[in-house]
């Protein structure tokens, strides 16, 4: 499966913005997705992850309660909505998936993940 990240951009800190994961593949419906986001000079960190159905989803505590995690697998699309934006939250976020069933102590571990789209660049001014 291709995935392609869009919808990145500048904001002011308290504001929002929407990310879009766009996925090829006709098992799309199948995998478990995730965000997670690189801050320069950081290591990749885990933001959000949902499983196949949608009924399940998992967020890291640097964003609880302001990212809203979502999909479609008819659109073959995984949406990232973020409020009340920091400056902190600026990074490189990456969407990833994986069609094998991720447990939950592995859902927030990038090598959980074997397909990553590139990158779209949030930054947030304060």
């Known amino acids: 499966v291709q995935l392609q990240a869009s919808g990145g951009g500048l904001v002011q800190a308290g504001g929002s913005l929407r990310l879009s994961c766009s996925a090829s593949?006709?098992?799309?419906?199948?995998?478990?997705m995730a965000w997670f986001r690189q801050a320069p000079g950081k290591e990749r960190e885990f933001v959000a992850a949902?499983?196949?159905?949608?009924?399940?989803?998992y967020y890291s505590d640097s964003v609880k309660g302001r990212v809203t995690i979502s999909r479609d697998n008819a659109k073959n699309t995984v949406d990232l909505q973020m409020n009340s934006l920091k400056p902190e939250d600026t990074a490189v976020y990456f969407c990833?998936?994986?069609?094998?069933?991720?447990?939950?102590?592995?859902?927030?571990?990038?090598?959980?993940?074997?397909?990553w789209g590139h990158g779209t660049l949030v930054t947030v001014s304060s």
């Open positions: 990833a998936g994986n069609r094998n069933v991720v447990i939950v102590s592995a859902i927030s571990d990038f090598n959980s993940y074997a397909y």
């Open positions: 593949g006709r098992t799309f419906s199948m995998y478990t």
């Open positions: 949902i499983r196949w159905s949608g009924g399940n989803t």
